[in-house]
T-cell receptor
Framework: DGGITQSPKYLFRKEGQNVTLSCEQN?????MYWYRQDPGQGLRLIYY???????QKGDIAEGYSVSREKKESFPLTVTSAQKNPTAFYLC???????????FGQGTRLTVV | DAKTTQPNSMESNEEEPVHLPCNHS???????IHWYRQLPSQGPEYVIH???SNVNNRMASLAIAEDRKSSTLILHRATLRDAAVYYC?????????????????FGTGTRLQVTL
């Protein structure tokens, strides 16, 4: 079955450390997205990529970095520069304006 | 961005129908109305979408007002597994996705509680 896989589901990080969240899709979608969700809040766009080897900043890109070396993969690195990294991170992919968006199961990152 | 307005929370008894409203008074003629739901600690999942006509699928029905300024997601028989946050969002139709206009604008949605 086609879908998006995020790993790990839970992640703990010490302050000052970088950490990378994985996102893989086998839907053959060109466009992939990273969102952040805080408790009781909506989704905020961190980065997106609409084609391999290209990506763009979203609304809250500071303290994050991404790469898109393969169509299937869009990893997100939370750097030590991100002041408040504890959150639920969601990866999504979708094609076409009116079509269904697919989300991964999310990674809950906690800074300890 | 065209915005949507939903009640913060709703309650339903199991096995009863649930009508989840959404107002989108600034919707443009080319916006699709999408509904997603998010179960606790999971990513959002697609429920249904429509443009002008009412739509049905195995999960739910979508009733769209004639002027398209509001819509209602209908769960015909709520179960405990339907307890989730339901989001109504708008997505433009036509053409290729470009730029940040392609982002999905999820607000805080409606938290549906289902009780026995």
């Amino acid at each position: 079955d086609g879908g998006i896989t995020q790993s790990p589901k839970y992640l703990f990080r010490k302050e000052g450390q970088n950490v990378t969240l994985s996102c893989e899709q086998n839907l053959n979608h060109d466009a992939m997205y990273w969102y952040r969700q805080d408790p009781g809040q909506g989704l905020r766009l961190i980065y997106y990529s609409q084609i391999v080897n290209d990506f763009q900043k979203g609304d809250i890109a500071e303290g994050y970095s991404v790469s898109r070396e393969k169509k299937e993969s869009f990893p997100l690195t939370v750097t030590s520069a991100q002041k408040n990294p504890t959150a639920f991170y969601l990866c999504a992919s979708y094609e076409g304006w009116g079509t269904e968006a697919f989300f991964g199961q999310g990674t809950r990152l906690t800074v300890v | 961005d065209a915005k949507t307005t939903q009640p913060n929370s709703m309650e339903s008894n199991e096995e009863e129908p649930v009508h989840l409203p959404c107002n989108h008074s600034t919707i443009s003629g080319t916006d699709y109305i999408h509904w997603y739901r998010q179960l606790p600690s999971q990513g959002p999942e697609y429920v249904i979408h429509g443009l002008t006509s009412n739509v049905n699928n195995r999960m739910a029905s979508l009733a769209i007002a004639e002027d398209r300024k509001s819509s209602t997601l209908i769960l015909h028989r709520a179960t405990l597994r339907d307890a989730a946050v339901y989001y109504c969002i708008l997505r433009p139709a036509g053409g290729a996705i470009t730029g940040t206009a392609s982002k999905l604008t999820f607000g805080t949605g409606t938290r549906l509680q289902v009780t026995l």
